[in-house]
């Protein structure tokens, strides 16, 4: 990750916090553990009433799935995923597909973020 990069994901989790904390409590009540994954760059976070089912929030269980067990402990996308505690805090992935990179971050209900 870069750092422009790294700084302008910290600066949208902070202006879209609200809705993203919505959608990952809203998706975690339906469907379990998970993440919220978000296409980089991107400009606006919709309401969380606006995104349809299946599009933004992969299940912990997807990711474990795909992964072979021996590297759920050198892989840090499944151990947070694994280890949030999804009344405080979501775990948000910043995906660009043209760039071919992954951000992650943990969106916390006290501290705002962390990285």
Known sequence: MNNSDNMEQKAYLRQHADNIAAFAKT??????????????PESDFPKPEDIPEGIGYTLATSLISDASRESI???????????????????????????????????????????
Do not use: C, K
């Not at 975690?28 to 980089?40: D, S, T």
């Not at 979501?90 to 990285?115: P, R, W």
């Open 73 to 115: 402990s050198t892989d840090p996308m499944l151990q947070a995923v694994l280890r949030y505690n999804p009344e405080q805090q979501t775990i948000v992935s910043f995906v660009n597909d043209v760039a071919g990179t992954m951000n992650i971050h943990i969106l916390t209900a006290v501290y705002g973020y962390t990285n």
């Open 27 to 40: 998706r975690y009540a339906r469907q379990g553990r998970g993440i919220v994954v978000i296409g980089w």
